[in-house]
Each structure stands twice: as C-alpha cells, then as structure tokens.
C-alpha cells in the first residue's frame, strides 16, 4: 500500500504557470485555427459566440506554447498546409480566412473528403478537444462529464 | 561541464521548489549547474523506474531518480481539463506520431512527460504477462520468464499498487451496450483488472485521476522511495552517459531552467556506480546510441512494437452517456487467436467529434450524439515493425505493418462493427478518416475494407515496446535477462524497451514486474567501488 508522501504540501509546478497568458504568443496561426473553427462549429444558427472563439484562440495558443517543440511544429505545419491546401482545392483564390462561412465550409468538406484529410483532422483534432471543454460548448452537445469539462475545480487547480 | 559549481541537491532548490525530496530543475538558479553523488541513478520515474528507485532505496541504496518532464502534484493534474493535461503532462502535447512506411497506417502515440510518466496517463489497466507470450519468450532462449518464476514480482507489484477487478456495476452503459452484442455474438466480456483504490467512475483516468483513486507510481511508488532517502529531479534532460573504462559511472544533460523546452538551461552531472535507465522505449536508444551501444547486435531502436490500437463509435437511439462509470472496465481475449484484444474505453467528447466527418452544422449535428455514443477499442498484438530514427539530436519513429498485421486490422473493424450491429446499433462509425458512418452489415459488406489505403485508417497506441530488447545472446540483443547492458558494465536498461515481443496486452504491469525482477537482482549483486 502507498505510503504518505514527504513532499512539501507548496511543491509541484507553481499555479503562476498554469494560467492563461495575457498576450498570444502566435497570432497568425491561431487566427488561421479560427478561421477553421468558425466554420467547423457554425451550426445553422450561425457561428458560435466570439468571446467562446476568444478562449479558444487562447487556450490553443497556449498549448502551442507549452507542449514542446515536436508537437508544435506538427500542428504548425498541418495548419499552415491545410491554410495553403484549402483554397487550392475549393478553387478559391482567396485565403481561407477571406472566404464567406457558407464557402469555406464547402471548401473544408471537400479536403475532408481528399487526400488531404489527415491534415484537416489534426488541425480539427486540437480544436474540437479543447472547444468541447468550455462549459457552454459540452452543454450544448448534452456533455456533462464533470471531470472532463471546464469546471470551479479547474479554475481552482493552482490553489489546491 | 568545466567550472562546474558542487552544490549539495536541497542546496540547489529555491524555497518554492519543493522539500528536500524533489528539486524541480524549472527553479534552479540558470548560474548554477549541479553536481550530485549517488549509489544508483535511475533515468525516467515513470512505471519502471519508480518501482526500481523505491526497490532499491528499500535495499538501502542511495538514489537519485532523474526525470525530464515536470512535478505535478495529484490534486494540480487531477483538476485540469484534458487538454491542459496534454500541453503539460503529455510528451508533444500528445501529438507524437509514428510515420507509417508503404500500406501502414500514421499511429499517434501518446506518451507521458512528467514525474510519474505514463502511468499518469493510462486507464489503469493491469494484465499479467499471457502464458502464450512467456512461450514465445521461451523460443527465444529466454527460459527465466515462467509465471512460477514471476509470481513474487508480480504479487509484490500488484501490492503495492493495488490492483484489482472492476466491479460489474461499474461497467458504462456505453460498455454495456457493447456487450448485448458479443452476447448475441457468442463471446462475453471478461473485466478489467486496475490499479485503482476507491474509483468511483468518473471517467477520465487517462487524464490524471482527479481522485488520487488510481495509484499511478507518483502516489505508490515514489512517496516510498522518497520517504526512504531518494532524492528526484525534475526537468532534467539526460543527454549522455558518463563512461570510465568499460564502465557507466554516471549521467549528464541539462535542466530546463532555460525558458522552454528549446533552451536547455544549466548542466547538471550525476556521479554514480551504477546507472539504471528508464526513460521509456522511445527515448532510452537515443541516450544509448550517443555511446556507441547497440552496434555489436545492430539491434538498438529496432524491433518496436506498438500494439496498434483502432477506435469504433456506435450511435444508439438513446442516449446512454458513455462517459458515466469505469473507463475502462472490461475486456474480451475471445479473438486472441487472430492477435487481437478487445478493451472498453472512453474518450472526451471533443475527441469523438473531431474523429466524425462534417464540417459547420453536418458536425454540430453529429456532435449533438455524442450522448447516443458507445465507443470500444480494438489492440493488436502486432509484429516488431517499428524502428526509431534520430537525426539533428531528435527521435522520430516509422512503422511498417506486416501483411498479417495489416488485415488483422481489418478485422478488428469488422469484428467490433459486427458487435455493435449485433447490438442494435443505428450507425456505426468506423476507424477510416473521412467515411460515412456505415448502417447495417450489408452497407459494411459492400465497402471492400482490403482497399482501402492502411493511411487512412485512424490509429493510436500507447505502448511503444522492444526498442532495447533483451535476449540471451549479444549478438541478437541490447541487454540481457537481468537488464545488464551487454556493451558497458554497470548500465542496465528497465523501461518497455526490454520487452522482446508485443504483449498483446496494456503492458504496465509487465513492465512494473520486469523492473521489479531487475531491482531485486541489483540489489543482490554488489555495488562497484566509485
């Protein structure tokens, strides 16, 4: 059986950082992952709350920030290839961010459907993870798995 | 190293850095490098080598466990959202992926980084090594491993980490719909067995359990270890192993105090008399092949297996809440003569929309299901086709599939499509990026599965094994039965690595009860003279 711990209650990575930064630090890409996620989570009620797409724009650049190099340049590259990609394949001679909503989403289910696919699930991938985990967004999908949404007990996780 | 400053190890940390137990690398002053002693220093505190540090700090041995991610505590990762977990406890944010090579599918594997690795991260679930897999060993010379000659380890691991069976009643509706259809398919659901201690379901163990109710080796081994005299630090990279003559007589590398994981900070040398790595199977080869090992057998980063994993969702005509109850609770071996092992799973609601096709409304609409959603898991036990690759101080991996390999995965979609039908299911979503979910077994007979393009389908894993492979002879091996590295005295290896075959089982007990076997081996065999 586990035996009680000798480790400092205060220890382990400072609550300081694991908030949210006040600036982004990489605002092209996250303004191409909105680009994305404004037409990807569009309903036909339109385009989900802009304070909702704020806080993803922030959370993913977050964790851009901090989940290491590879990873990283991974998803860089994939949202930078399927910002490149996308017009190509829609015919558009605009970027992705330029088109109409109606548009771009044409456009984004014609890569889904192409060879490009794989691209578009790993820019989806990230955004449907942390989008689903704003309170709002998991109620709307009927979600309410405590654990796995934006809860008091997140927001309290530096405090514990 | 020249100019290094001695600096005893409490004497390193700042006052916010933890007690005496743990120095977090993140906060040592960047003017100072480290110079620390010790009898062993064990590379990686995830499952095998928290269970050597606590072994041998038991024995009396002087440890220092080094590990390269950060400090966490339980209550701190139990109370983030899964995609805060990934950016800080998951190796690349969890988006590792292992590059497939002619018909093989892209694997995302995932991988802990941080003070507990992996076993931070799994759904807890324990197997035994399978008697038909010890026999295999068994054809390869490897006649030590009998489950009589295992028993104590095991036991002493299953102890100390209590494992123990998932409670019918725990079972998910998501899983109990999965299960009407192998009943009506003629196979039953055996359960899972976990290292959990007062679970109640909340579904997100793969996550950091937000319960301190799955003992990963951060709550039962470490505080042990730690309480007995070892001493941890964390964000730490290893870079290479000290050598004198024959012999490991220590490690070096670099802490992350820097600013980010791009800019190593200060240097850090650990003087010791023996050297235990456990950094894992993807990152101990490249800490070795800085050394020159693995020449002699040409077996070093090869051999890896992955136990390639394919997620099926059914859509139900109610809603049954999947996430509610155990996340992994039960399992079926009913296809184990085709390789294969079915396991119950859950994931969070994000993940299982991104994986649907659809864009704008077509996604909400089907997101809107995710409650109607059941979801089970198929594993391979595949063939050693993965190979680790190392170019500009960096680790990238591929895989090639063998053929058997490649249509055992499509069985494994056809199996589960064919239970969740037998089910009742209305749709079933299958591993294929960008299909239409499939409605009936007809609509599934009509789409030749054969051809279509293994890079399509959606694969993960997160169990990268055999990449330091032990055996009997050096010139087929990386190490050997007792974790000696055949090539320098001293250096053992303890990680997943060793295993020399896929399980066709989540591996953490093995790994647990292969590095148990090891420590109580190091213990027995005299420390070196420094």
Same mark, same amino acid.
């Given at each position: 059986?586990?035996?009680?711990?000798?480790?400092?209650?205060?220890?382990?990575?400072?609550?300081?950082?694991?908030?949210?930064?006040?600036?982004?630090?990489?605002?092209?890409?996250?303004?191409?992952?909105?680009?994305?996620?404004?037409?990807?989570?569009?309903?036909?009620?339109?385009?989900?709350?802009?304070?909702?797409?704020?806080?993803?724009?922030?959370?993913?650049?977050?964790?851009?920030?901090?989940?290491?190099?590879?990873?990283?340049?991974?998803?860089?590259?994939?949202?930078?290839?399927?910002?490149?990609?996308?017009?190509?394949?829609?015919?558009?001679?605009?970027?992705?961010?330029?088109?109409?909503?109606?548009?771009?989403?044409?456009?984004?289910?014609?890569?889904?459907?192409?060879?490009?696919?794989?691209?578009?699930?790993?820019?989806?991938?990230?955004?449907?993870?942390?989008?689903?985990?704003?309170?709002?967004?998991?109620?709307?999908?009927?979600?309410?798995?405590?654990?796995?949404?934006?809860?008091?007990?997140?927001?309290?996780?530096?405090?514990? | 190293?020249?100019?290094?400053?001695?600096?005893?190890?409490?004497?390193?940390?700042?006052?916010?850095?933890?007690?005496?137990?743990?120095?977090?690398?993140?906060?040592?002053?960047?003017?100072?490098?480290?110079?620390?002693?010790?009898?062993?220093?064990?590379?990686?505190?995830?499952?095998?080598?928290?269970?050597?540090?606590?072994?041998?700090?038991?024995?009396?041995?002087?440890?220092?466990?080094?590990?390269?991610?950060?400090?966490?505590?339980?209550?701190?990762?139990?109370?983030?959202?899964?995609?805060?977990?990934?950016?800080?406890?998951?190796?690349?944010?969890?988006?590792?992926?292992?590059?497939?090579?002619?018909?093989?599918?892209?694997?995302?594997?995932?991988?802990?980084?941080?003070?507990?690795?992996?076993?931070?991260?799994?759904?807890?679930?324990?197997?035994?090594?399978?008697?038909?897999?010890?026999?295999?060993?068994?054809?390869?010379?490897?006649?030590?491993?009998?489950?009589?000659?295992?028993?104590?380890?095991?036991?002493?691991?299953?102890?100390?980490?209590?494992?123990?069976?998932?409670?019918?009643?725990?079972?998910?509706?998501?899983?109990?719909?999965?299960?009407?259809?192998?009943?009506?398919?003629?196979?039953?659901?055996?359960?899972?067995?976990?290292?959990?201690?007062?679970?109640?379901?909340?579904?997100?163990?793969?996550?950091?359990?937000?319960?301190?109710?799955?003992?990963?080796?951060?709550?039962?081994?470490?505080?042990?270890?730690?309480?007995?005299?070892?001493?941890?630090?964390?964000?730490?990279?290893?870079?290479?192993?000290?050598?004198?003559?024959?012999? *490991?007589?220590?490690?070096? +590398?670099? /802490?992350?105090?820097? $600013?980010?994981? =791009?800019?190593? %900070?200060?240097?850090? !040398?650990?003087?010791?008399?023996?050297?235990?790595?456990?950094?894992? *199977?993807?990152?101990?080869? +490249?800490? /070795?092949?800085?050394? $020159?090992?693995? =020449?002699?057998? %040409?077996?070093?980063? !090869?051999?890896?297996?992955?136990?390639?994993?394919?997620?099926?969702? *059914?859509?139900?005509?109610?809603?049954?809440?999947?996430?509610? $109850?155990?996340?992994?609770?039960?399992?079926?071996?009913?296809?184990?003569?085709?390789?294969?092992?079915?396991?119950?799973?859950?994931?969070?609601?994000?993940?299982?929309?991104?994986?649907?096709? $659809?864009?704008?409304?077509?996604?909400?609409?089907?997101?809107?299901?995710?409650?109607?959603?059941?979801?089970?898991?198929?594993?391979?036990?595949?063939?050693?086709?993965?190979?680790?690759?190392?170019?500009?101080?960096?680790?990238?991996?591929?895989?090639?599939?063998?053929?058997?390999?490649?249509?055992?995965?499509?069985?494994?979609?056809?199996?589960?499509?064919?239970?969740?039908?037998?089910?009742?299911?209305?749709?079933?979503?299958?591993?294929?990026?960008?299909?239409?979910?499939?409605?009936?077994?007809?609509?599934?007979?009509?789409?030749?599965?054969?051809?279509?393009?293994?890079?399509?389908?959606?694969?993960?894993?997160?169990?990268?094994?055999?990449?330091?492979?032990?055996?009997?002879?050096?010139?087929?091996?990386?190490?050997?039965?007792?974790?000696?590295?055949?090539?320098?005295?001293?250096?053992?290896?303890?990680?997943?690595?060793?295993?020399?075959?896929?399980?066709?089982?989540?591996?953490?007990?093995?790994?647990?009860?292969?590095?148990?076997?090891?420590?109580?081996?190091?213990?027995?065999?005299?420390?070196?003279?420094?």
């Amino acid at each position: 059986m586990p035996t009680s711990p000798p480790i400092d209650p205060s220890s382990g990575v400072p609550a300081s950082e694991l908030t949210l930064p006040p600036r982004l630090h990489r605002p092209r890409a996250v303004a191409r992952a909105l680009a994305v996620a404004e037409c990807l989570f569009m309903s036909e009620a339109g385009p989900p709350p802009a304070e909702r797409l704020t806080w993803l724009g922030r959370e993913l650049d977050d964790f851009l920030e901090r989940s290491g190099p590879d990873g990283r340049t991974g998803y860089l590259a994939a949202l930078f290839a399927l910002s490149l990609l996308a017009p190509l394949v829609g015919g558009q001679p605009r970027s992705l961010a330029a088109m109409p909503l109606e548009v771009r989403a044409q456009v984004l289910s014609r890569v889904e459907q192409g060879f490009a696919s794989g691209l578009l699930l790993a820019v989806k991938a990230m955004l449907c993870i942390i989008y689903y985990e704003e309170a709002g967004a998991a109620q709307e999908i009927g979600f309410d798995g405590r654990c796995l949404v934006d809860s008091q007990a997140a927001s309290e996780r530096g405090q514990a | 190293m020249s100019g290094l400053k001695s600096v005893p190890l409490s004497g390193a940390r700042r006052s916010d850095g933890g007690g005496d137990a743990i120095t977090q690398g993140r906060l040592v002053d960047r003017e100072v490098d480290l110079e620390l002693d010790c009898d062993v220093v064990v590379v990686g505190s995830g499952a095998s080598g928290a269970a050597v540090a606590h072994e041998l700090t038991a024995a009396g041995q002087r440890v220092i466990v080094l590990e390269e991610g950060g400090y966490f505590r339980p209550e701190q990762y139990g109370a983030m959202r899964p995609s805060e977990t990934l950016r800080h406890l998951f190796r690349d944010g969890g988006l590792t992926f292992v590059l497939g090579v002619g018909d093989s599918p892209m694997v995302n594997m995932t991988m802990g980084r941080c003070v507990g690795g992996s076993s931070v991260l799994t759904g807890g679930v324990c197997f035994r090594i399978p008697g038909s897999i010890l026999a295999g060993w068994h054809a390869m010379g490897l006649t030590m491993f009998t489950e009589e000659a295992l028993e104590p380890a095991y036991q002493a691991v299953e102890r100390a980490t209590h494992i123990e069976e998932v409670p019918i009643q725990m079972r998910s509706q998501s899983t109990l719909a999965f299960e009407r259809g192998a009943r009506r398919l003629g196979y039953e659901l055996k359960p899972m067995r976990r290292n959990t201690l007062g679970c109640d379901g909340c579904g997100r163990c793969n996550f950091g359990c937000p319960h301190q109710a799955k003992l990963s080796v951060d709550i039962a081994y470490l505080p042990g270890a730690l309480a007995g005299g070892a001493r941890l630090v964390s964000d730490c990279r290893v870079d290479t192993i000290l050598t004198h003559g024959e012999r *490991a007589v220590g490690v070096t +590398g670099r /802490l992350y105090n820097g $600013g980010g994981l =791009r800019k190593p %900070g200060s240097h850090f !040398r650990v003087r010791a008399r023996r050297v235990v790595m456990a950094a894992g *199977a993807y990152n101990t080869p +490249g800490v /070795l092949r800085r050394l $020159g090992i693995g =020449r002699q057998s %040409g077996q070093l980063g !090869r051999n890896m297996t992955v136990h390639p994993a394919f997620r099926m969702m *059914a859509r139900f005509d109610r809603e049954l809440n999947g996430w509610k $109850g155990a996340l992994q609770s039960a399992f079926s071996d009913a296809y184990e003569h085709e390789r294969i092992t079915l396991t119950a799973l859950y994931v969070p609601p994000g993940v299982l929309a991104a994986t649907m096709k $659809g864009i704008g409304p077509e996604h909400v609409e089907k997101a809107r299901g995710v409650p109607r959603l059941s979801i089970f898991g198929g594993m391979l036990h595949d063939d050693p086709g993965g190979q680790l690759h190392h170019l500009l101080g960096r680790t990238f991996s591929t895989y090639r599939m063998s053929a058997r390999d490649r249509e055992a995965m499509v069985r494994i979609t056809e199996v589960m499509a064919e239970t969740y039908f037998a089910a009742g299911a209305e749709q079933v979503y299958l591993p294929i990026l960008g299909m239409d979910p499939v409605r009936s077994m007809d609509d599934l007979r009509r789409i030749d599965l054969r051809r279509i393009p293994a890079k399509r389908f959606e694969c993960s894993s997160q169990h990268p094994l055999g990449t330091t492979r032990m055996g009997v002879s050096p010139a087929h091996s990386v190490i050997d039965p007792n974790g000696a590295c055949w090539e320098l005295e001293e250096l053992f290896v303890v990680d997943g690595g060793i295993v020399p075959s896929s399980l066709g089982v989540n591996p953490q007990q093995a790994i647990m009860t292969l590095a148990t076997r090891i420590a109580w081996h190091l213990r027995e065999r005299p420390l070196p003279k420094s």
